[in-house]
């Protein structure tokens, strides 16, 4: 039963991930810490590996159907993304030496992502009043793509949230072709996470029972996800990126309340 549970999280994370360009890590990552059932890693790793599995589906199905990707942006923040992702693991092992205390680390990780997901939010929400940028420079735009990749793999979430407030407010995108982006920004750097961390910590030390599932529904997800992006019109994913913000920030404080009492 468990198994199901699992393949059902990931399916309808990375559905709603693959519509709004969230990558569905900014939603599995608090529901795994909800259930409980792994420590801080591991679920940093499973949540990875179907953020991977999502956004190659996703990505191509997006391809295939022709949708709009501004490639000169695009790429050059996947390259600082899968560079900041592997700063990001890094840091996220450090904190994890350092504090020892798993809880401790859930609470912080929830934090930021309960302040992310506000912010983003609140930004979406009254971009027309807040003025916006069209940078074109690749350093900057590199450099950008390095500080998403950092937050993305330390948090575990895959960076979708954040990438597409990055790809509106910095470059001016609309909210649907930033989706689309951010799911591209997302393969790249999930891409570039799993292939560091296999050669350097290995994923023979971890209790992955839960990621074959989890990688058949990511699939699914991603599959269908990126077909309703593609039919869905740019209010209604906008208002579904909303929606999906919100329920991140519910269980975000609730694991931060959770956490608190349990250190």
Same mark, same amino acid.
């Given at each position: 039963?468990?198994?199901?549970?699992?393949?059902?999280?990931?399916?309808?994370?990375?559905?709603?991930?693959?519509?709004?360009?969230?990558?569905?890590?900014?939603?599995?990552?608090?529901?795994?810490?909800?259930?409980?059932?792994?420590?801080?890693?591991?679920?940093?790793?499973?949540?990875?590996?179907?953020?991977?599995?999502?956004?190659?589906?996703?990505?191509?199905?997006?391809?295939?159907?022709?949708?709009?990707?501004?490639?000169?942006?695009?790429?050059?923040?996947?390259?600082?993304?899968?560079?900041?992702?592997?700063?990001?693991?890094?840091?996220?092992?450090?904190?994890?030496?350092?504090?020892?205390?798993?809880?401790?680390?859930?609470?912080?990780?929830?934090?930021?992502?309960?302040?992310?997901?506000?912010?983003?939010?609140?930004?979406?929400?009254?971009?027309?009043?807040?003025?916006?940028?069209?940078?074109?420079?690749?350093? *900057? =735009?590199?450099?950008?793509?390095? #500080? %998403?990749? &950092?937050?993305? $793999?330390?948090? @575990?979430?895959?960076?979708?949230? /954040?990438?597409? *407030? =990055?790809?509106?407010?910095?470059? #001016? %995108?609309? &909210?649907?072709? $930033?989706?689309? @982006?951010?799911?591209?920004?997302? /393969?790249?750097?999930?891409?570039?996470?799993?292939?560091?961390?296999?050669?350097?910590?290995?994923?023979?030390?971890?209790?992955?029972?839960?990621?074959?599932?989890?990688?058949?529904?990511?699939?699914?997800?991603?599959?269908?996800?990126?077909?309703?992006?593609?039919?869905?019109?740019?209010?209604?994913?906008?208002?579904?990126?909303?929606?999906?913000?919100?329920?991140?920030?519910?269980?975000?404080?609730?694991?931060?309340?959770?956490?608190?009492?349990?250190?």
């Amino acid at each position: 039963m468990i198994y199901v549970l699992y393949f059902l999280i990931a399916i309808l994370a990375t559905t709603s991930g693959a519509i709004a360009g969230i990558s569905g890590g900014i939603v599995i990552r608090p529901l795994l810490d909800v259930l409980d059932h792994f420590d801080v890693q591991t679920i940093s790793v499973l949540s990875s590996l179907t953020i991977l599995s999502m956004s190659l589906v996703a990505a191509g199905k997006q391809i295939h159907q022709k949708a709009t990707i501004k490639f000169k942006i695009v790429i050059p923040l996947a390259i600082g993304s899968a560079l900041g992702g592997i700063i990001g693991q890094q840091l996220l092992a450090h904190v994890i030496g350092a504090l020892e205390v798993d809880r401790i680390v859930t609470v912080i990780q929830n934090s930021i992502l309960l302040l992310i997901a506000i912010t983003v939010f609140l930004y979406i929400k009254n971009r027309d009043k807040i003025k916006g940028h069209s940078i074109t420079n690749p350093a *900057a =735009i590199v450099i950008s793509g390095l #500080s %998403l990749g &950092i937050i993305a $793999a330390f948090l @575990g979430i895959g960076g979708g949230p /954040l990438n597409v *407030a =990055i790809l509106v407010f910095l470059f #001016s %995108l609309d &909210i649907k072709t $930033a989706t689309v @982006g951010s799911i591209v920004i997302i /393969l790249f750097s999930q891409t570039a996470n799993a292939i560091v961390f296999a050669s350097t910590i290995g994923f023979g030390g971890f209790d992955l029972r839960m990621l074959p599932p989890m990688i058949a529904g990511a699939t699914i997800g991603g599959f269908i996800g990126a077909g309703l992006n593609k039919k869905l019109s740019e209010k209604t994913v906008e208002n579904f990126f909303r929606v999906m913000l919100s329920l991140v920030a519910v269980f975000s404080i609730y694991n931060i309340v959770r956490g608190l009492f349990l250190i």
